[in-house]
């Protein structure tokens, strides 16, 4: 079945510590998106990615970094200089058709920083 | 103004009525228009999207737009309590490189 798979699902760091969040596509989709969402608030982008090698910051990318090596794979480090990073990471990807194509998501990492 | 605004809630509906969950947005050259449905814990589910004005029908769920006005409407008929979620409305602004705007959402919460 294809789909989009993130890991781990739960994820508990040390402040001051980098961290990684795995995100996985098998469905062919060109475009990968990161987005963060905090409680009873809706999802803020965080970086996009259209082709290999290629990424773009979104509306909140400071503290962030991202990479894409492959097509399928877009892995989001928040780093220390986030400064509030303890929330709901949602990996999402779609095919690139004019802008128009929905977007399916993963099932999300809780990152707890304490 | 927010780009995408709904009216957070929550949204109490008996069964079997029909809920109506609106949303306004800023950009008037958004084109692509988007309902999620969201489950507490879960990750968003794409319900519908639409981009010409007027309705589009799937099943038990209708959405509206109506771009002069700049709204975008999800009606859900004979209302389930399996319906009951986050319904979240997001609205593309860039084309070529898809950048959703997302509403803070709206939670139904379906009366049995």
């Known amino acids: 079945d294809g789909g989009i798979t993130q890991s781990p699902k739960y994820l508990f760091r040390k402040e001051g510590q980098n961290v990684t969040l795995s995100c996985e596509q098998n469905?062919?989709?060109?475009?990968m998106y990161w987005y963060r969402q905090d409680p009873g608030q809706g999802l803020r982008l965080i970086y996009y990615?259209?082709?290999?090698?290629?990424?773009q910051k979104g509306d909140i990318a400071e503290g962030y970094s991202v990479s894409r090596e492959k097509k399928e794979s877009f892995p989001l480090t928040v780093t220390s200089a986030q400064k509030n990073p303890t929330a709901f990471y949602l990996c999402?990807?779609?095919?690139?058709?004019?802008?128009?194509?929905?977007?399916?998501f993963g099932n999300g990492t809780r990152l707890t920083v304490t | 103004q927010k780009e995408v605004e709904q009216n957070s809630g929550p949204l109490s509906v008996p069964e079997g009525a029909i809920a109506s969950l609106n949303c306004t947005y800023s950009?008037?050259?958004?084109?692509?228009f988007f309902w999620y449905r969201q489950y507490s814990g879960k990750s968003p589910e794409l319900i519908m999207f639409?981009?010409?004005?007027g309705d589009k029908e799937d099943g038990r769920f209708t959405a509206q737009l109506n771009k002069a006005s700049q709204y975008v409407s999800l009606l859900i008929r004979d209302s389930q309590p399996s319906d009951s979620a986050t319904y979240l409305c997001?609205?593309?602004?860039?084309?070529?490189?898809?950048?959703?705007?997302f509403g803070q959402g709206t939670r139904l919460t379906i009366n049995p």
């Open positions: 639409i981009y010409s004005n």
């Open positions: 999402a990807s779609s095919m690139t058709q004019g802008g128009n194509s929905p977007l399916h």
């Open positions: 469905l062919n989709h060109d475009a």
């Open positions: 990615s259209q082709i290999v090698n290629d990424f």
């Open positions: 997001a609205v593309n602004q860039v084309q070529g490189a898809q950048k959703l705007v």
């Open positions: 950009d008037r050259g958004s084109q692509s």
